[in-house]
């Protein structure tokens, strides 16, 4: 069975920035989409970053440019770098993983709408924004 443990998190000024990491574990399939979520205090989730098995890489439109999605698969790890954060990036960041043949805009619905059809998420890590 897949487990994501997710970290990174912290308290930065804007501007700032910070990497997440999530290993993963338990997972042997071939075909997947992994990728990063959050969700804010009184806000909708929101899929953040995805990378399919093929490399394909997609970004929600408030994110390109800041940040970056990249995956080391010899250490079983995806990372997610953020740069020149901002006060509205400020909440909890999940990974998680869609397996078999989907797309990066499927699993961004699933990831907002369906997050119990993920098939594994982390535990979550805080990203406060002070500005």
């Known amino acids: 069975q897949v487990q994501l443990v997710d970290s990174g998190g912290g308290s930065v000024q804007t501007g700032g920035s910070l990497r997440l990491s999530c290993v993963v574990s338990g997972y042997t399939y071939s075909h997947y989409c992994m990728g990063w979520f959050r969700q804010a205090p009184g806000k909708e989730r929101e899929g953040i970053a995805v990378?399919?098995?093929?490399?394909?890489?997609s970004y929600t439109d408030s994110v390109k440019g800041r940040f970056t999605i990249s995956q080391d698969n010899a250490r079983n790890t995806l990372y997610l770098k953020m740069n020149s954060l901002k006060s509205e990036d400020t909440g909890m960041y999940y990974c998680a993983v869609v397996t078999g043949y989907v797309t990066a805009a499927q699993v961004f619905g699933i990831m907002t709408n369906a997050p119990h059809a993920l098939n594994a998420r982390g535990q979550g890590t805080t990203v406060t924004v002070n500005s």
């Open positions: 990378i399919v098995s093929d490399g394909r890489i």
